[in-house]
Protein backbone atom coordinates (compact mmCIF):
# COMPACT_ATOMS: atom_id res chain seq x y z
CA UNK A 1 0.00 0.00 0.00
CA UNK A 2 2.64 2.88 1.06
CA UNK A 3 4.45 2.32 -2.53
CA UNK A 4 1.58 3.98 -3.81
CA UNK A 5 2.25 6.99 -1.66
CA UNK A 6 3.18 10.28 -4.03
CA UNK A 7 3.86 13.52 -2.02
CA UNK A 8 4.15 16.92 -4.57
CA UNK A 9 6.56 18.64 -2.59
CA UNK A 10 8.60 21.58 -2.58
CA UNK A 11 12.12 21.42 -0.84
CA UNK A 12 11.52 24.36 1.26
CA UNK A 13 7.86 24.25 2.18
CA UNK A 14 7.62 24.29 5.48
CA UNK A 15 3.88 22.13 5.04
CA UNK A 16 5.72 19.94 3.16
CA UNK A 17 8.59 19.31 5.43
CA UNK A 18 5.77 17.99 8.48
CA UNK A 19 4.39 15.97 6.10
CA UNK A 20 8.01 14.09 5.21
CA UNK A 21 8.61 14.08 8.84
CA UNK A 22 5.28 12.15 9.55
CA UNK A 23 5.78 9.60 6.50
CA UNK A 24 9.72 8.92 7.78
CA UNK A 25 8.23 8.57 11.48
CA UNK A 26 5.91 5.70 9.92
CA UNK A 27 8.74 4.46 7.60
CA UNK A 28 6.59 4.33 5.01
CA UNK A 29 8.25 5.03 1.70
CA UNK A 30 7.10 7.26 -0.86
CA UNK A 31 7.95 9.54 -4.03
CA UNK A 32 8.59 13.10 -4.22
CA UNK A 33 7.22 14.68 -7.03
CA UNK A 34 9.10 18.67 -7.10
CA UNK A 35 6.40 21.43 -7.67
CA UNK A 36 8.96 24.96 -7.90
CA UNK A 37 6.66 27.42 -6.07
CA UNK A 38 8.84 30.38 -7.99
CA UNK A 39 9.89 29.18 -11.04
CA UNK A 40 7.89 30.48 -13.66
CA UNK A 41 5.25 32.26 -11.61
CA UNK A 42 4.71 29.13 -9.68
CA UNK A 43 3.93 25.70 -10.87
CA UNK A 44 1.04 25.59 -8.17
CA UNK A 45 -0.71 28.03 -10.11
CA UNK A 46 -0.54 25.61 -13.31
CA UNK A 47 -2.41 22.57 -14.87
CA UNK A 48 -1.74 19.65 -14.19
CA UNK A 49 -0.79 20.56 -10.62
CA UNK A 50 -3.67 22.90 -9.68
CA UNK A 51 -6.15 20.77 -10.80
CA UNK A 52 -5.08 18.51 -7.95
CA UNK A 53 -5.12 21.23 -5.31
CA UNK A 54 -7.54 24.03 -6.18
CA UNK A 55 -6.15 26.34 -3.39
CA UNK A 56 -2.50 26.21 -5.57
CA UNK A 57 -0.82 25.35 -2.20
CA UNK A 58 1.58 22.46 -1.78
CA UNK A 59 1.48 20.29 -0.54
CA UNK A 60 -0.35 17.42 -2.07
CA UNK A 61 -0.57 13.65 -1.31
CA UNK A 62 -1.70 10.87 -3.52
CA UNK A 63 -2.46 7.31 -1.71
CA UNK A 64 -3.48 5.56 -4.74
CA UNK A 65 -6.68 7.24 -6.48
CA UNK A 66 -7.16 9.48 -3.21
CA UNK A 67 -6.65 13.00 -3.40
CA UNK A 68 -5.55 14.89 -0.09
CA UNK A 69 -4.61 18.06 0.29
CA UNK A 70 -3.93 20.37 3.65
CA UNK A 71 -1.13 18.85 5.52
CA UNK A 72 -2.74 18.80 8.63
CA UNK A 73 -5.25 16.96 7.39
CA UNK A 74 -2.42 14.33 5.60
CA UNK A 75 -1.08 13.81 9.53
CA UNK A 76 -4.57 12.77 10.78
CA UNK A 77 -5.18 10.59 7.74
CA UNK A 78 -1.82 8.80 7.44
CA UNK A 79 -2.45 8.54 11.06
CA UNK A 80 -5.50 6.68 10.95
CA UNK A 81 -4.52 4.51 7.64
CA UNK A 82 -1.02 3.78 9.06
CA UNK A 83 -1.50 3.62 12.13
CA UNK A 84 2.02 2.72 14.12
CA UNK A 85 4.05 3.88 15.19
CA UNK A 86 1.37 6.85 16.17
CA UNK A 87 1.55 10.04 15.70
CA UNK A 88 -0.89 11.51 18.24
CA UNK A 89 -1.17 9.95 22.14
CA UNK A 90 -3.95 7.36 22.80
CA UNK A 91 -5.74 9.81 25.45
CA UNK A 92 -8.43 12.35 24.10
CA UNK A 93 -6.39 15.37 26.21
CA UNK A 94 -2.85 14.18 25.09
CA UNK A 95 -4.74 14.36 20.91
CA UNK A 96 -6.22 17.90 22.05
CA UNK A 97 -2.79 18.81 23.53
CA UNK A 98 -1.04 17.81 20.66
CA UNK A 99 -3.11 19.25 17.93
CA UNK A 100 -3.49 22.56 19.63
CA UNK A 101 0.43 22.95 20.07
CA UNK A 102 0.35 21.44 16.25
CA UNK A 103 -2.07 24.56 15.04
CA UNK A 104 -0.69 27.07 17.27
CA UNK A 105 2.28 26.07 14.16
CA UNK A 106 -0.08 25.51 11.23
CA UNK A 107 -3.08 27.82 11.71
CA UNK A 108 -1.53 31.12 13.66
CA UNK A 109 2.29 31.26 12.90
CA UNK A 110 3.35 29.59 9.35
CA UNK A 111 -0.01 30.91 7.36
CA UNK A 112 0.70 34.32 8.37
CA UNK A 113 4.44 33.95 6.69
CA UNK A 114 3.69 32.05 3.89
CA UNK A 115 5.32 33.02 0.66
CA UNK A 116 2.32 34.38 -0.82
CA UNK A 117 1.40 36.19 2.01
CA UNK A 118 5.06 37.89 1.87
CA UNK A 119 4.40 38.56 -2.12
CA UNK A 120 1.00 40.14 -1.15
CA UNK A 121 3.01 42.62 1.75
CA UNK A 122 5.19 43.69 -1.60
CA UNK A 123 2.50 43.84 -4.02
CA UNK A 124 -0.15 45.67 -1.85
CA UNK A 125 1.83 47.38 0.79
CA UNK A 126 5.58 47.73 -1.32
CA UNK A 127 7.09 45.90 1.40
CA UNK A 128 10.66 45.44 0.60
CA UNK A 129 12.61 42.74 2.31
CA UNK A 130 13.98 44.11 5.46
CA UNK A 131 9.97 44.95 5.92
CA UNK A 132 9.08 41.07 5.07
CA UNK A 133 11.23 40.12 7.44
CA UNK A 134 10.41 42.47 9.95
CA UNK A 135 6.99 40.55 9.80
CA UNK A 136 7.96 37.06 9.68
CA UNK A 137 9.87 37.80 12.75
CA UNK A 138 6.72 39.04 14.61
CA UNK A 139 4.79 36.15 14.17
CA UNK A 140 7.49 33.65 14.64
CA UNK A 141 8.29 35.51 18.01
CA UNK A 142 4.80 35.92 19.09
CA UNK A 143 4.01 32.23 18.17
CA UNK A 144 7.31 30.85 20.02
CA UNK A 145 6.21 32.67 22.75
CA UNK A 146 3.30 31.37 23.71
CA UNK A 147 4.45 27.91 22.24
CA UNK A 148 7.66 28.15 24.62
CA UNK A 149 4.97 29.15 27.80
CA UNK A 150 2.81 26.41 26.73
CA UNK A 151 5.70 23.21 26.64
CA UNK A 152 7.58 24.82 29.83
CA UNK A 153 4.57 25.01 32.02
CA UNK A 154 3.80 21.30 31.09
CA UNK A 155 4.53 18.19 33.06
CA UNK A 156 3.43 16.42 29.65
CA UNK A 157 6.44 18.31 27.96
CA UNK A 158 9.00 15.33 27.83
CA UNK A 159 12.21 14.71 25.14
CA UNK A 160 10.05 15.87 22.49
CA UNK A 161 6.74 18.22 22.42
CA UNK A 162 4.61 15.10 24.06
CA UNK A 163 6.11 12.56 25.93
CA UNK A 164 9.22 10.94 24.95
CA UNK A 165 7.76 9.72 21.39
CA UNK A 166 7.92 12.13 18.73
CA UNK A 167 4.60 12.87 17.05
CA UNK A 168 2.40 15.33 14.88
CA UNK A 169 3.64 18.37 17.54
CA UNK A 170 7.16 17.95 16.69
CA UNK A 171 6.80 17.61 12.71
CA UNK A 172 5.46 20.97 12.95
CA UNK A 173 7.26 22.46 15.50
CA UNK A 174 10.68 21.39 13.64
CA UNK A 175 9.76 23.16 10.43
CA UNK A 176 8.90 26.30 11.95
CA UNK A 177 12.15 26.62 13.81
CA UNK A 178 13.94 25.76 10.46
CA UNK A 179 12.14 28.46 8.66
CA UNK A 180 12.59 30.79 11.66
CA UNK A 181 16.70 30.22 11.21
CA UNK A 182 16.22 31.29 7.38
CA UNK A 183 14.95 34.84 8.54
CA UNK A 184 17.15 35.33 11.70
CA UNK A 185 14.01 35.16 14.40
CA UNK A 186 16.59 35.40 17.45
CA UNK A 187 16.03 31.95 19.28
CA UNK A 188 17.59 32.82 22.52
CA UNK A 189 14.09 33.00 24.43
CA UNK A 190 13.00 29.69 23.54
CA UNK A 191 15.24 27.23 25.33
CA UNK A 192 12.83 24.05 25.30
CA UNK A 193 11.73 24.71 21.63
CA UNK A 194 15.89 24.48 21.05
CA UNK A 195 16.06 21.13 23.01
CA UNK A 196 13.05 19.33 21.21
CA UNK A 197 14.56 20.75 17.77
CA UNK A 198 17.58 19.44 18.92
CA UNK A 199 16.41 16.05 19.94
CA UNK A 200 14.30 15.93 17.04
CA UNK A 201 17.60 16.41 15.03
CA UNK A 202 19.18 12.99 15.93
CA UNK A 203 16.29 11.03 14.38
CA UNK A 204 16.93 9.89 10.87
CA UNK A 205 12.83 10.76 10.19
CA UNK A 206 13.44 14.52 10.50
CA UNK A 207 17.53 14.24 9.29
CA UNK A 208 15.99 12.93 6.18
CA UNK A 209 12.83 15.24 5.64
CA UNK A 210 15.29 18.31 6.08
CA UNK A 211 14.83 20.51 2.56
CA UNK A 212 18.69 20.61 1.83
CA UNK A 213 17.83 16.62 1.88
CA UNK A 214 14.87 16.66 -0.71
CA UNK A 215 15.77 15.84 -4.59
CA UNK A 216 14.56 19.40 -5.94
CA UNK A 217 16.97 21.50 -3.86
CA UNK A 218 19.03 23.32 -5.52
CA UNK A 219 22.52 21.06 -4.24
CA UNK A 220 21.07 18.34 -5.51
CA UNK A 221 19.93 19.40 -8.93
CA UNK B 1 -20.77 15.59 31.95
CA UNK B 2 -21.51 18.23 29.40
CA UNK B 3 -22.94 20.84 32.42
CA UNK B 4 -19.01 20.94 33.28
CA UNK B 5 -18.16 23.05 29.64
CA UNK B 6 -17.46 26.62 29.78
CA UNK B 7 -16.40 28.04 26.82
CA UNK B 8 -14.50 31.48 26.61
CA UNK B 9 -15.88 33.26 23.70
CA UNK B 10 -16.25 36.37 21.96
CA UNK B 11 -19.01 36.70 20.13
CA UNK B 12 -18.04 38.03 17.09
CA UNK B 13 -15.05 35.61 16.74
CA UNK B 14 -15.17 33.08 14.03
CA UNK B 15 -12.44 30.35 15.78
CA UNK B 16 -15.41 30.48 18.85
CA UNK B 17 -18.17 30.81 16.03
CA UNK B 18 -17.28 27.15 14.82
CA UNK B 19 -16.81 25.88 18.30
CA UNK B 20 -20.23 27.40 19.39
CA UNK B 21 -21.82 25.44 16.02
CA UNK B 22 -20.03 21.79 16.79
CA UNK B 23 -21.35 21.96 20.89
CA UNK B 24 -25.00 22.81 19.51
CA UNK B 25 -24.30 20.10 16.98
CA UNK B 26 -24.03 17.60 19.71
CA UNK B 27 -26.89 19.03 21.96
CA UNK B 28 -24.25 20.29 24.59
CA UNK B 29 -25.00 22.55 26.94
CA UNK B 30 -22.75 25.00 27.97
CA UNK B 31 -21.10 28.18 29.81
CA UNK B 32 -20.28 31.11 27.76
CA UNK B 33 -17.52 33.30 29.29
CA UNK B 34 -17.04 36.51 27.62
CA UNK B 35 -13.76 37.57 26.57
CA UNK B 36 -13.43 40.90 24.85
CA UNK B 37 -11.17 41.05 22.32
CA UNK B 38 -11.16 45.10 22.07
CA UNK B 39 -12.06 47.03 25.14
CA UNK B 40 -9.12 47.71 27.48
CA UNK B 41 -6.12 46.74 24.80
CA UNK B 42 -8.29 43.25 25.21
CA UNK B 43 -9.23 40.37 27.63
CA UNK B 44 -7.31 38.20 25.85
CA UNK B 45 -4.02 39.45 27.03
CA UNK B 46 -4.42 40.32 30.57
CA UNK B 47 -4.77 37.57 33.74
CA UNK B 48 -6.53 35.53 34.08
CA UNK B 49 -7.17 34.46 30.80
CA UNK B 50 -3.82 34.77 29.62
CA UNK B 51 -2.42 31.90 31.83
CA UNK B 52 -5.52 29.73 30.65
CA UNK B 53 -4.43 30.52 27.21
CA UNK B 54 -0.76 31.38 26.60
CA UNK B 55 -1.53 32.40 22.66
CA UNK B 56 -3.77 34.95 24.19
CA UNK B 57 -6.47 33.74 21.45
CA UNK B 58 -9.97 33.03 22.24
CA UNK B 59 -11.65 30.49 22.08
CA UNK B 60 -10.40 27.96 25.35
CA UNK B 61 -12.67 25.19 26.20
CA UNK B 62 -13.28 24.16 29.96
CA UNK B 63 -14.24 20.32 29.76
CA UNK B 64 -13.99 19.88 34.03
CA UNK B 65 -10.73 20.32 34.68
CA UNK B 66 -8.95 20.00 30.86
CA UNK B 67 -8.55 22.86 29.65
CA UNK B 68 -8.69 22.92 25.41
CA UNK B 69 -6.66 25.83 23.39
CA UNK B 70 -7.19 26.16 19.46
CA UNK B 71 -10.62 25.90 17.93
CA UNK B 72 -10.40 22.73 15.54
CA UNK B 73 -8.57 20.53 18.40
CA UNK B 74 -11.81 21.08 19.98
CA UNK B 75 -13.65 20.13 17.37
CA UNK B 76 -11.82 16.86 17.53
CA UNK B 77 -11.79 16.71 21.35
CA UNK B 78 -15.65 16.96 20.86
CA UNK B 79 -16.08 14.30 18.33
CA UNK B 80 -13.74 11.95 20.43
CA UNK B 81 -15.51 12.30 24.02
CA UNK B 82 -19.00 12.87 22.50
CA UNK B 83 -19.17 11.00 19.20
CA UNK B 84 -23.02 11.35 18.46
CA UNK B 85 -24.00 12.88 16.17
CA UNK B 86 -20.25 12.88 14.53
CA UNK B 87 -18.98 15.81 13.19
CA UNK B 88 -16.26 13.69 10.90
CA UNK B 89 -17.63 11.32 8.26
CA UNK B 90 -16.68 7.14 9.48
CA UNK B 91 -14.29 6.45 6.40
CA UNK B 92 -10.42 7.90 6.22
CA UNK B 93 -11.24 9.22 2.68
CA UNK B 94 -14.09 11.02 3.86
CA UNK B 95 -12.29 12.35 6.86
CA UNK B 96 -9.72 13.53 4.93
CA UNK B 97 -12.09 15.71 2.54
CA UNK B 98 -13.88 17.37 5.60
CA UNK B 99 -10.47 18.05 7.25
CA UNK B 100 -8.96 19.52 4.22
CA UNK B 101 -12.15 21.59 3.74
CA UNK B 102 -12.42 22.71 7.18
CA UNK B 103 -8.31 23.47 7.28
CA UNK B 104 -8.92 25.44 3.76
CA UNK B 105 -10.45 27.79 5.88
CA UNK B 106 -9.12 27.76 9.01
CA UNK B 107 -5.45 27.39 8.45
CA UNK B 108 -5.49 29.52 4.87
CA UNK B 109 -8.28 31.90 5.65
CA UNK B 110 -9.18 33.17 8.70
CA UNK B 111 -5.47 33.13 10.58
CA UNK B 112 -4.55 36.26 7.83
CA UNK B 113 -7.39 38.00 8.11
CA UNK B 114 -7.94 38.13 12.26
CA UNK B 115 -8.32 40.87 14.17
CA UNK B 116 -4.44 40.72 15.46
CA UNK B 117 -2.94 40.61 12.26
CA UNK B 118 -5.72 43.73 10.69
CA UNK B 119 -3.71 45.27 13.50
CA UNK B 120 -0.25 44.53 12.92
CA UNK B 121 -0.77 45.91 9.09
CA UNK B 122 -1.80 48.96 11.00
CA UNK B 123 1.38 49.55 12.91
CA UNK B 124 3.68 48.19 10.39
CA UNK B 125 2.65 49.57 7.03
CA UNK B 126 -0.07 52.18 8.44
CA UNK B 127 -2.77 50.48 7.02
CA UNK B 128 -6.31 52.34 7.20
CA UNK B 129 -9.82 50.64 7.07
CA UNK B 130 -9.88 50.71 3.55
CA UNK B 131 -6.35 49.11 2.88
CA UNK B 132 -7.49 46.35 5.90
CA UNK B 133 -10.70 45.51 3.60
CA UNK B 134 -8.46 45.15 0.55
CA UNK B 135 -6.46 42.76 2.30
CA UNK B 136 -9.55 40.40 3.74
CA UNK B 137 -11.72 40.87 0.41
CA UNK B 138 -8.33 39.22 -1.55
CA UNK B 139 -7.78 36.25 1.18
CA UNK B 140 -11.65 35.54 1.22
CA UNK B 141 -11.70 35.22 -2.74
CA UNK B 142 -8.83 33.62 -3.18
CA UNK B 143 -9.73 30.66 -0.52
CA UNK B 144 -13.27 31.21 -1.31
CA UNK B 145 -12.51 30.31 -4.92
CA UNK B 146 -10.62 27.35 -3.86
CA UNK B 147 -13.62 25.99 -1.54
CA UNK B 148 -15.69 26.64 -4.58
CA UNK B 149 -13.94 24.42 -6.70
CA UNK B 150 -13.40 21.84 -4.13
CA UNK B 151 -16.95 21.72 -3.15
CA UNK B 152 -18.72 22.06 -6.98
CA UNK B 153 -16.70 19.46 -8.20
CA UNK B 154 -17.22 16.98 -5.80
CA UNK B 155 -20.23 13.97 -5.77
CA UNK B 156 -19.62 14.26 -1.87
CA UNK B 157 -20.87 17.62 -1.84
CA UNK B 158 -24.76 17.12 -0.78
CA UNK B 159 -27.27 19.47 0.96
CA UNK B 160 -24.12 20.08 3.41
CA UNK B 161 -20.27 20.35 2.76
CA UNK B 162 -19.93 16.49 3.01
CA UNK B 163 -23.08 14.89 2.07
CA UNK B 164 -26.69 15.51 4.22
CA UNK B 165 -25.19 15.94 7.66
CA UNK B 166 -23.91 19.16 8.92
CA UNK B 167 -20.29 18.66 10.55
CA UNK B 168 -17.16 20.22 11.03
CA UNK B 169 -16.90 21.49 7.21
CA UNK B 170 -19.84 23.51 7.96
CA UNK B 171 -18.52 24.72 11.19
CA UNK B 172 -15.96 26.25 9.43
CA UNK B 173 -17.41 27.55 6.52
CA UNK B 174 -20.27 29.67 7.88
CA UNK B 175 -18.56 31.63 10.23
CA UNK B 176 -16.16 32.36 7.30
CA UNK B 177 -19.14 33.62 5.29
CA UNK B 178 -20.67 35.49 7.89
CA UNK B 179 -17.24 37.39 8.30
CA UNK B 180 -16.97 37.55 4.64
CA UNK B 181 -20.42 39.63 4.71
CA UNK B 182 -19.37 41.39 7.20
CA UNK B 183 -16.25 42.68 5.14
CA UNK B 184 -18.60 43.43 2.43
CA UNK B 185 -17.09 40.99 0.09
CA UNK B 186 -19.09 40.04 -3.25
CA UNK B 187 -20.11 36.66 -2.84
CA UNK B 188 -21.77 35.93 -6.20
CA UNK B 189 -19.20 33.77 -7.57
CA UNK B 190 -19.21 31.05 -5.08
CA UNK B 191 -23.58 30.15 -4.74
CA UNK B 192 -22.27 26.56 -3.26
CA UNK B 193 -20.95 28.59 -0.82
CA UNK B 194 -23.72 30.40 -0.55
CA UNK B 195 -26.27 27.38 -1.24
CA UNK B 196 -25.00 25.04 1.77
CA UNK B 197 -24.79 28.26 4.09
CA UNK B 198 -28.41 29.04 3.25
CA UNK B 199 -28.95 25.38 4.04
CA UNK B 200 -27.22 25.66 7.21
CA UNK B 201 -28.92 28.84 8.58
CA UNK B 202 -31.92 26.49 8.58
CA UNK B 203 -30.45 24.70 11.71
CA UNK B 204 -30.95 25.88 15.17
CA UNK B 205 -27.43 24.77 15.61
CA UNK B 206 -26.10 27.45 13.60
CA UNK B 207 -28.61 29.85 14.18
CA UNK B 208 -28.23 30.11 18.16
CA UNK B 209 -24.50 30.24 17.34
CA UNK B 210 -24.73 33.37 15.59
CA UNK B 211 -22.61 36.34 16.95
CA UNK B 212 -25.60 38.44 17.60
CA UNK B 213 -27.04 35.61 19.84
CA UNK B 214 -24.23 35.66 22.28
CA UNK B 215 -24.90 37.00 25.60
CA UNK B 216 -21.96 39.23 24.69
CA UNK B 217 -23.13 40.67 21.72
CA UNK B 218 -23.57 44.97 22.53
CA UNK B 219 -27.18 44.46 21.14
CA UNK B 220 -27.83 42.39 24.55
CA UNK B 221 -25.95 43.79 26.52
Redesign the interface.
Known sequence: MSSDLILYSYWRSSAAFRVRIALNLKGLRYETRAVHLVRDGGEQHALPYAALN????VPTLLDGE?V???S???L??LD??RPQPPLLPAD??G???V??LS??V???I???GNLR?LQ??GA??D?DDE?KA??MR?WVAS?F???E??LA?SAQTGRYCHGDVPGMADACLVPQVYNARRWNVPLEDYPTLLRIDAACAELDAFREALPERQPDAPSNR
Chains 1, 2 share one sequence.
Open positions: PQELRITQMAMEYETAARARRAQAACDHPIVRLQFAQLWHGHALTMG
